[in-house]
């Protein structure tokens, strides 16, 4: 007897996904505050935690990240970061910006390749992270690497062809930093 696949069509994939992340973001919240205790560490982990969560689900529903939700995150933490540390503004603006010419370096292989959001979302994470988006990006990168290595295997070569949103990984990327960093 032959065992059916059930496939979710996407409104019901997004019934699924939405709490799950939910939840997983409330979790990583909780951790932040108990690491951190109450303050302005914690305050900033869970802003950029529900901001990731949230970007992350828009890029895998829609393969985009909106400019709505990702340009008023980068001007909030960096005001915030700004107000809070003066004198770290250069290089809070040289980490923010090396961040996001990192993912502009694919665009000179293949336009295609990376999405002005993925770069965006990396000024984000250059300026919430600081030099921790090192740890942010090296952790996205190789999950990343990963999953399209899986992707590889199963379909073969039209697997290149398959676009993977960048986003999510980039989420948990932030997340692994923002405890480990």
Do not use: Y
């Not at 939910?22 to 950029?48: D, E, H, K, Y």
């Not at 709505?68 to 770290?88: E, K």
């Not at 990376?114 to 921790?132: P, T």
Request: charged share 10%.
């Amino acid at each position: 007897m032959r065992s059916a696949t059930v496939r979710l069509a996407p409104a019901e994939r997004r019934g699924r996904l939405r709490p799950a992340i939910a939840v997983a973001t409330s979790v990583l919240i909780m951790l932040a505050l108990a690491r951190f205790g109450p303050g302005g560490r914690a305050l900033g982990a869970g802003f950029l935690l529900c901001v990731v969560a949230a970007l992350a689900v828009v890029d895998l529903e829609q393969r985009r990240i909106p400019n709505r939700i990702v340009l008023p995150a980068i001007a909030t933490v960096l005001a915030a970061q700004i107000a809070l540390n003066p004198r770290g503004t250069p290089q809070l603006l040289a980490i923010s910006l090396a961040s996001g010419l990192f993912f502009c370096l694919p665009l000179l292989l293949s336009p295609s390749g990376v999405g002005m959001g993925d770069v965006k979302l990396a000024v984000l994470l250059g300026a919430a992270l600081g030099q921790a988006v090192v740890l942010a990006i090296a952790v996205a990168v190789a999950m990343a690497f990963f999953v399209a290595v899986a992707l590889l295997v199963r379909d073969g070569a039209a697997a290149r062809k398959s676009a993977i949103a960048f986003g999510p990984f980039l989420a948990v990327g932030a997340a692994v930093a923002i405890f480990l960093g």
